[in-house]
T-cell receptor, first 114, second 114 residues
Framework: AQSVAQPEDQVNVAEGNPLTVKCTYSVSGNPYLFWYVQYPNRGLQFLLKYITGDNLVKGSYGFEAEFNKSQTSFHLKKPSALVSDSALYFCAVRKLSGNTPLVFGKGTRLSVIA | ETGVTQSPTHLIKTRGQQVTLRCSSQSGHNTVSWYQQALGQGPQFIFQYYREEENGRGNFPPRFSGLQFPNYSSELNVNALELDDSALYLC?????????????FGPGTRLTVL
C-alpha cells in the first residue's frame, strides 16, 4: 500500500528566505508524486507533479520539487518565500501502474512571516 | 480557480439522517473522485467514477455511495450519518482514470453532523 509522510506539522520561514517542505513516500514500484496547496476555505490547488524524467520539477508560483529515489523523498522548495505562500501544503502519491488512488499526507502548514 | 463546482457549500445534519452532495466536473473530464478531509488531516479517498461506473473504492463503509451521470457530474450519498462523518468533502475531476492524470479539485462541501 502507498503512504506519504510529512514529518513537519508546521514550517515557519521569514519572507525572502528559502523554504523547504518535506515529504517522504512509500510505494511498491514507481510513483507518481504530487504537491497541492490549500488556502483557507478553499479546495486543493495543484502545484506540480513528478512522473518520469528530470528529478527537479518546476511548478506554479515559483515552487519546485526534487525527486530522490534513493531517499524516497519529494521535498517542495522555493528560493524566496512570500507572505502569500502561507497555506497548507499536501504531498500525494499514487502508483505508476494500475488504477490506484491518490494517497495524501497529513499536510504541513507553512507560515511566512514578514 | 478550477472549473469544478460543488454544492452545497455548507450543510448541517443530525445523526441518522441522509445527505447528498453534488459535484460538476471540469469541462471534458470523464472521471470524478471523492475525498473526505477530516479536520487536521489530509484528504482520504472515498471512491472514483469513470464513465458512470465505480472505478475504485477506499476504506469506507457501504453507506457511502455515489453516482456519475452521463454529463459526468457526480453525487456522493451518505446514509445513516454519524458524528465522525463531519468533514470537508472534496470532489476532483480528471481527464481520465489513469495515475498520471492531474486531478482538479472543487472548493468542497463542509458537512457538520450534530
Amino acid at each position: 500500500a502507498q503512504s506519504v509522510a510529512q514529518p513537519e506539522d508546521q514550517v515557519n520561514v521569514a519572507e525572502g528566505n528559502p523554504l523547504t517542505v518535506k515529504c517522504t513516500y512509500s510505494v511498491s514500484g514507481n510513483p507518481y508524486l504530487f504537491w497541492y496547496v490549500q488556502y483557507p476555505n478553499r479546495g486543493l490547488q495543484f502545484l506540480l507533479k513528478y512522473i518520469t524524467g528530470d528529478n527537479l520539477v518546476k511548478g506554479s508560483y515559483g515552487f519546485e520539487a526534487e525527486f530522490n529515489k534513493s531517499q524516497t523523498s519529494f521535498h517542495l522548495k522555493k528560493p524566496s518565500a512570500l507572505v502569500s505562500d502561507s497555506a497548507l501544503y499536501f504531498c500525494a502519491v499514487r502508483k505508476l501502474s494500475g488504477n490506484t488512488p491518490l494517497v495524501f499526507g497529513k499536510g504541513t502548514r507553512l507560515s511566512v512571516i514578514a | 480557480e478550477t472549473g469544478v463546482t460543488q454544492s452545497p457549500t455548507h450543510l448541517i445534519k443530525t445523526r441518522g439522517q441522509q445527505v447528498t452532495l453534488r459535484c460538476s466536473s471540469q469541462s471534458g473530464h470523464n472521471t470524478v473522485s471523492w475525498y473526505q478531509q477530516a479536520l487536521g488531516q489530509g484528504p482520504q479517498f472515498i471512491f472514483q467514477y469513470y464513465r458512470e461506473e465505480e472505478n475504485g473504492r477506499g476504506n469506507f463503509p457501504p453507506r457511502f455511495s455515489g453516482l456519475q451521470f452521463p454529463n459526468y457530474s457526480s453525487e456522493l450519498n451518505v446514509n445513516a450519518l454519524e458524528l465522525d462523518d463531519s468533514a470537508l468533502y472534496l470532489c476532483a475531476s480528471s481527464l481520465g482514470a489513469g495515475g498520471n492524470n492531474e486531478q482538479f479539485f472543487g472548493p468542497g462541501t463542509r458537512l457538520t453532523v450534530l
